[in-house]
């Protein structure tokens, strides 16, 4: 069973781009992998939920 995560980063103006890539770095040691990333910057993440 798969349970998902929708998140709206806040990236502020500046390193955008580091930020973002820290995220979504954060996310995965947690074991979320991305799953969509929508062009408003929603970000939907799934993994197994029996993990």
């Not at 992998?33 to 939907?44: A, D, E, K, L, M």
Request: charged share 30%.
């Amino acid at each position: 069973m798969k349970e998902y995560k929708v998140i709206l980063p806040k990236l502020g103006f500046r390193n955008r781009n580091k930020n973002l890539e820290d995220l979504l770095n954060q996310y995965a040691r947690e074991g979320w992998v991305v799953n969509h990333i929508s062009q408003t910057g929603t970000v939907v993440f799934e993994r197994n939920k029996n993990r």
